[in-house]
């Protein structure tokens, strides 16, 4: 089934936002096992993205679930959502994209950044709770 009118209207009123700013913009679809009747809309929405212009990354292909080594059975809390294991895996592999398309600089313990240390910091203890909570 195709994409309905109303969500075809929100996609292209976010393409046009994303027109109107000037930003790489790089759309991404998190790794899900996708329902094959939601399979039609979702390569709409990746073809008229890319389209447009803007580079789409795809984690729900074979190839991307291998390369990031998900595991269906154990890395999702539900049908559509990765876990705290699932979510490490998939930024890792959205990290190493940006590291091999971008400059990026690496900005930790810079005092600037002081900020987004923290919340790593943070992040690390949440992440080890929840290991725990999982028997990891």
């Not at 539900?78 to 190493?96: C, L, M, P, S, W």
């Not at 923290?118 to 992040?123: E, K, P, T």
């Amino acid at each position: 089934e195709p994409l309905t009118k109303g969500m075809q209207e929100c996609l292209d009123d976010f393409l046009d936002y994303c027109d109107s700013i000037s930003a790489d913009v790089v759309f991404t679809l998190s790794p899900f096992p996708v329902p094959e009747g939601d399979m039609k809309q979702l390569n709409q929405a990746i073809k008229t993205v890319s389209d447009r212009g803007y580079r789409f990354i795809n984690c729900c292909t074979q190839e991307a679930a291998e390369a990031m080594d998900i595991d269906w059975k154990h890395d999702f809390y539900d049908t559509r959502h990765v876990n705290i294991q699932g979510a490490e895996k998939f930024t890792d592999y959205i990290v190493d994209w940006i590291e091999k398309e971008y400059d990026v600089e690496d900005h930790r313990g810079d005092p600037a950044y002081n900020s987004w240390d923290d919340a790593y910091d943070a992040y690390m203890d949440f992440s080890e709770e929840k290991r725990k909570q999982m028997g990891l």
